[in-house]
């Protein structure tokens, strides 16, 4: 059994891993800014006693020591780190809104920094060779016109995780990036009729399921911890190849961005 904080538990892939990881005789400690999430999910799902659940602004140092805080005192501390929580908002370069930079980067970077960086230091200070799961996505591997500021926070995620399982290789602490393509979440759904976020669905006829994610992570992410996981591979290679040949990307983009759209109209359909 792992003692496992989670962040973005009230709704989409966060809430569905709660349920899964609880289910297997995991301590979840489920965190978010709603709290009538939580509550509503607890009902609706059935958590059992082996969730915990508090406020969490992932933005807040103090909340993240605070967090950490009531899981010494429940539970004992925590041997696993699921930084889940995100932000996205479609948007082309030239109609950004600052405060949309501020929020994508305080929530996708600096919640992902704070949340790393607590862990380490409780883990290192316990002597426990845990394990911190930063989630990225496809768009930490590659350009995504029409979703700049989502493609930068992420690709960010990705150069700080990196970084940091380099440093705390030594104190036994994994550091794991999962990058899933589109999720069928509340995330995909504020996408599906803007024509910026076209790309999002321009991969398989049908997005991946929370359900998809979940099985990923119970069964490869935890068990073996590996450095990166694309969710679904073929889909990380091809995002990969795109932000090693950026121009070759650059040529494809009208053809992706037809394809997306197409596929953005029988999701509407649906």
Known sequence: ????????????????????????????????????????????????????????????????????????????????????????????????????????????????????????????????????????????LSPVPGLPLYCASKWAVRGFTLSAAVELEKHGISLTLVCPDAVETPMLDLQKDREEAALTFSGNDKALTV????????EHVLPKRPLEVSIPMARGLLARIGGAAPLAAQKLYPLLKRKGLAQQKKSAKS
Request: zero cysteines.
């Open 1 to 140: 059994m792992s003692r496992i904080l989670l962040t973005g538990a009230a709704s989409g892939i966060g809430r569905h891993l709660t349920g899964a990881l609880s289910r297997r005789g995991h301590l979840v400690l489920a965190t978010d800014l709603s709290q009538d999430g939580l509550a509503r999910a607890r009902v609706e799902d059935g958590w059992s006693d082996a969730v915990l659940s508090t406020y969490l602004d992932v933005t807040s140092d103090a909340d993240w020591v605070a967090a950490f805080d009531l899981a010494e005192v429940r539970a004992r501390g925590i041997d696993v780190l699921l930084n889940v929580a995100g932000f996205l908002r479609p948007g082309f370069t030239v109609d950004i809104d600052p405060d949309d930079i501020d929020r994508h980067l305080a929530v996708n970077v600096k919640g992902v920094v704070l949340g790393t960086r607590q862990a380490a230091r409780r883990m290192i200070a316990a002597k426990n060779p845990g394990h911190i799961v930063n989630f990225g996505s496809l768009a930490s």
């Open 211 to 218: 359900e998809d994610v979940a099985k990923v992570i119970v």
